[in-house]
């Protein structure tokens, strides 16, 4: 009994700095935008242009290190959620559950490859550039396959509806479901619902252009058009009222940080 309690404690932990780990990196992915829009030295980048950023400053390899390490416990708590059922939401077999597994699943893979992104910018003590030429390269690759027109498509529209999945959670909060609200005074909860629903709307945003980006590059047969993250974010500063788009989804990714920051102090975690 003791055994189990020790791994429950331990995941509890890992989850808990992982969240946090992810915090950071998006609340410098905002941050670096926020300066781009108000045109005072940042700029717009992904998850690992973050990872370059924060290696850039001082102390920055031991910072990036503490992420690494945060990361990859998000990246267990993620595995965990796919493999088990910490959140006791019954373990059925229907549709919901299914895709729910896959969701969390992808997501430990896609955080194992920002983690070892980290190891290897520590390593090489050099910058990471942004992935997009990595996911165009992927696309190039789909795209030469039978049906890859329709491959691509595909994704695009599965990520616009990801995106749109974050607008519901913003609309519907679900994420207080998950949070020790009877931990929280009156004006933190209220404040740890408004940022989370801001930054969850912020990451709809982006996702939704993302997949019109993928959506774009099936129907052209053009890998080029492909963008991630960075991308969209210097999409947005193109746009008329550039700036004040891109402030505006700036501030929320900064909000889902510290979304993140508040799942990492207040979720509630069955592991």
């Given amino acids: 009994m003791s055994q189990v309690h020790s ?45 370059g950023t924060i290696a850039a400053q001082p102390f920055g390899q031991f910072m990036l290190a503490v992420v690494a390490l945060g990361l990859i416990g998000y990246v ?15 373990k059925s077999n229907d549709a919901d559950d299914i895709v729910r597994r896959i969701g969390y699943g992808i997501s430990g893979l896609i955080y194992a490859s920002l983690a070892f992104s980290a190891i290897q910018i520590i390593v090489s003590a050099t910058q990471s550039a942004g992935g997009g030429s990595t996911k165009q390269t992927w696309t190039a690759r789909l795209l030469a396959q039978p049906f890859g027109q329709w491959l691509v498509g595909i994704i695009g529209a599965i990520i616009i509806g990801y995106g749109f999945y974050q607008f519901y959670k913003a609309y519907k909060a679900k994420f207080r479901k998950k949070m020790k609200l ?13 940022v989370g629903r801001l930054g969850l709307a912020a990451r709809g945003v982006v996702f939704v252009m993302i997949g019109f980006f993928a959506i774009q590059a099936g129907r052209q047969y053009d890998s080029s058009e492909v963008r991630g993250l960075n991308g969209a974010l210097d999409t947005l500063s193109r746009q008329p009222y550039g700036p004040w788009l891109l402030g ?8 889902y940080g510290i979304h993140m920051f508040a799942q990492a102090q207040y979720r509630r975690i069955r592991a």
């Fill in 7 to 51: 791994e429950s404690t331990w995941i509890d932990k890992l989850a808990r700095v992982g969240y946090t780990a992810k915090g950071i990196v998006y609340a410098t992915i905002g941050l670096l935008a926020v300066q781009a829009a108000l045109g005072n030295g940042g700029k717009t980048t992904d998850s690992k242009g973050a990872l």
């Fill in 76 to 90: 267990v708590w993620r595995f965990v959620q796919a493999i088990q059922d910490p959140d006791q939401r019954g």
């Fill in 182 to 194: 009877h931990e929280m005074s009156n004006t933190e909860e209220t404040w740890a619902t408004r």
């Fill in 248 to 255: 505006i989804v700036a501030i929320g990714l900064i909000a």
